[in-house]
């Protein structure tokens, strides 16, 4: 154990995000192609399937648009880890290799890449950090935690744990190190979110095979007495919420041995009442920002940044409106869904990854998230001098 290891690290000031590191992978698939490949595999369902279509035993597969894709979400196109397999319409999924034990995990490769680089960029050694959180919608495997492996490739002592909240998963992250950091548990915190949404996503369905990418961020929490990153931001606030519903859910999970339901099944895919969704959680989300903002003695016109939990564009309008009583611009509330689609957990700090550096001491912002759970998360953040 490193000498920086203690459980009773005291901090006196202020706990700072102090580094982000942003990995995307090197396939991009554009709306074009995805509808080119959902709409000949609907075509082709829907001839093979004429009779019993006809007969009312089964439902016409209907057609996707680009057109109505980028209209209702923003998306124009997705990062994917792995793009062999999904738009061949007899698979429609990423064909992804299995890795040997004895190798670096997927996501515990795209986590480091980033990790690397939110490292580098908040300064840090592998010795100065004490503790990793993975934070993300999806682990590829139960135990052993990828958090505990990417500790070990990067060569941090000290501890590591995964967590999944969904799209909450990366601000929830934040709020523990930032406790553990408070609690003095721990004095540097690498929190990885390695999201590899692909291999849940159903490209066969037209109503969701175009919401998601993948993608890695990673971000550190420290207390300030050892920071010396160029960019750091004051923690001023953190605030969560859960409230339950089955409105967003994927069903996958270990128990799918004992119960003998098919493991392949549908259910078990990402599945949403996407229009719900939209309507619950966009009042949920603006209350949330208002009441934390409120907590921390501040109002939506002190902000100069947001960053948004990146699932629609019209949502984001929408929650900016209800606080600010007009659209946010694009330089005030940065929208990154039409490069990168929802990357579930990570989109807000893909936002906050690409437009942070510009702001200048004082200027405050807030990073939010909000998704399946229902969960939200936020955290409000203040330039620190710039070093
Ligand atoms: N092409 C053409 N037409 C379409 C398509 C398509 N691809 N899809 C739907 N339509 C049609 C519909 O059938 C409907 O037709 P009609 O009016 O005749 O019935 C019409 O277009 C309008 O449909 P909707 O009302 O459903 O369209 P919306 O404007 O609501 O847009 C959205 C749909 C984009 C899904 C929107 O509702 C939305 O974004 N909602 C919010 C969703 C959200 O934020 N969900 C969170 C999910 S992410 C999360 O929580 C993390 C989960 C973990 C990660 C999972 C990784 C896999």
Redesign the pocket.
Known sequence: MGENYMFEVVVTGNIVLSGAGLWKPSHIITNEEL?IA?NAFAERYNVENAQEIEAGEKETK????S???E???G?KARYAYVKDGILDIDRMRPRIPERDESLLSHQAEMGCFAARKAMEEANKKANEIDAVIVGC??TERSYPAIAIEIQNELGIEGFGFDMLV??SAATFALQRAYEMIKAGTAKCVLVVNP?L?????NYKD???????GDVATATIDEAEEGCSSKHSYDILGTKAVTVYSN??R?NFGYITYATDADPYGLDK??H?Q??S??KE?CPMAAQHIKDHLAECGLVADDMTRWWL?Q??L??NLLISKKLLGRSATAEEAPIVLDEFA?T??AGSLIAFNLHHKDLVEGDIGVICS??????IGSLVIRKRAIS
């Open positions: 509808v959902y209907p057609l996707s648009s057109e109505f894709i209209k209702a979400s998306i919608a999806y969904a799209c999201e949404t692909s291999p849940q996503v037209r109503d969701s095979h175009f919401i998601f409105n967003i994927s895919l990402f949403q996407g229009r969704v939209f959680v939990h699932a629609n019209n949502m929802n579930a957990s909000f998704g399946a759970g229902y969960s």
